[in-house]
């Protein structure tokens, strides 16, 4: 299988553009020691961008409304559980995941 140079240097240049907002911001602050205030006000920022996220997807606008997904509702239930028991991120993520695979897997069958 031949690859275009182009379109693989088209790849690279979009793996570096994405990279450096990321990881700039994570090297400057790692030298700097940030006032507690702004600390606090940055440990609600996973809450709201999961927040966000979810709520995207579990609420869904039809002809004049607003209706559940429910697949997406049932999936958030062990998730859910599992953020509030557990505190641990990975977990969370991977409950998940599995959640929404299983609850897709049984809706279609």
């Known amino acids: 299988m031949n690859i275009d140079p182009n ?3 088209i790849i690279i240049g979009g793996m570096v553009v994405t990279a450096i907002p990321r990881i700039i911001p994570f090297v400057v602050l ?19 961008i999961f927040t966000a996220l979810v709520m995207e997807h579990l609420l869904v606008r039809t002809e004049g409304s607003v ?3 429910w697949q997406v509702l049932i ?3 062990p ?6 028991w557990s505190k641990n991120l ?6 998940g995941i599995v959640s929404m695979a299983v609850v ?4 279609l069958g």
């Open 7 to 9: 379109v693989m240097y």
């Open 30 to 48: 790692q030298k700097l020691a940030l006032p507690k205030p702004v600390l606090q006000w940055l440990s609600y920022i996973p809450i709201c």
């Open 67 to 69: 209706t559940f997904n």
């Open 75 to 77: 999936a958030i239930l």
């Open 79 to 84: 998730t859910l559980v599992t953020a509030l």
């Open 90 to 95: 990975l977990a969370t993520v991977i409950v």
């Open 104 to 107: 897709r897997l049984l809706w």
